[in-house]
């Protein structure tokens, strides 16, 4: 069964202060990895989108990385803005796009 | 970015009533739409991959008499929660994708169903 697995359900930071936040996964056939951000009462806001192990992409604060087994969002300097629920999806090949999320991080950055 | 917007944004009903939420899908064609549900502090569930043209595929557990999908057209899928109880209280969440190899899904800004 596909399953989505992040870590760790919270996390709170001083502005500044580095981190990385963890999406463990199995899935039979990646298709694709996503990382979301998601704000209170609001959808889901795409981020980046891994295709295969040892790729990397980076945006503003943000650098997501995947291997087999697990997938990183290195967050740099923090600040309050990028307080927000940070969502881990796989997407299987056979999965007609299908998304199974994780549970998600909830990041709070202090000034 | 593609758009995806869902209307209402908030709805409040009475036990017994039903709700029609839609989906659209602004500026492309989706044939396959995904709606999601989600409780507080919690992920999203996926409920049903919704196709246009045809029935809609509802995943383990989700009664599709309760929650009836209609996807018209390759820009509209809308969900109907039938009969709603308080329990069917969530926050739904609709996504669509342009196709092709990316695999990327956009989402809707979500609508947050309260049934008294």
């Given amino acids: 069964e596909d399953q989505v697995t992040q870590s760790p359900e919270a996390l709170r930071l001083q502005e500044g202060e580095s981190s990385s936040l963890n999406c463990s996964y199995t899935v039979s056939g990646l298709r694709g990895l996503f990382w979301y951000r998601q704000d209170p009462g609001k959808g889901p806001e795409f981020l980046f989108t891994l295709y295969s192990a040892g790729e990397e992409k980076e945006k503003e604060r943000l650098k997501a990385t995947l291997t087999k087994k697990e997938s990183f969002l290195h967050i740099t300097a923090p600040k309050p803005e990028d307080s927000a629920t940070y969502l881990c999806a796989v997407q299987a090949r056979s999965g007609y796009n299908k998304l199974i999320f994780g549970a998600g991080t909830r990041l709070a950055v202090h000034p | ?116």
């Avoid at chain 2, 593609?2 to 209402?8: D, G």
């Avoid at chain 2, 039903?18 to 999203?44: G, H, N």
């Avoid at chain 2, 929660?81 to 669509?96: K, L, M, N, Q, R």
């Fill in chain 2, 1 to 116: 970015g593609a758009v995806v917007s869902q209307h209402p944004s908030r709805v409040i009903c009475k036990s017994g009533t039903s709700v029609k939420i839609e989906c659209r899908s602004l500026d492309f064609q989706a044939t396959t739409m995904f709606w999601y549900r989600q409780f507080p502090k919690k992920s999203l569930m996926l409920m049903a991959t919704s196709n246009e043209g045809s029935k809609a595929t509802y995943e383990q557990g989700v009664e599709k008499d309760k929650f009836l999908i209609n996807h018209a057209s390759l820009t509209l899928s809308t969900l109907t929660v039938t009969s709603a109880h308080p329990e069917d209280s969530s926050f739904y969440i609709c996504s669509a994708g342009k196709g092709g190899n990316t695999g990327e899904l956009f989402f809707g800004e979500g609508s947050r169903l309260t049934v008294l």
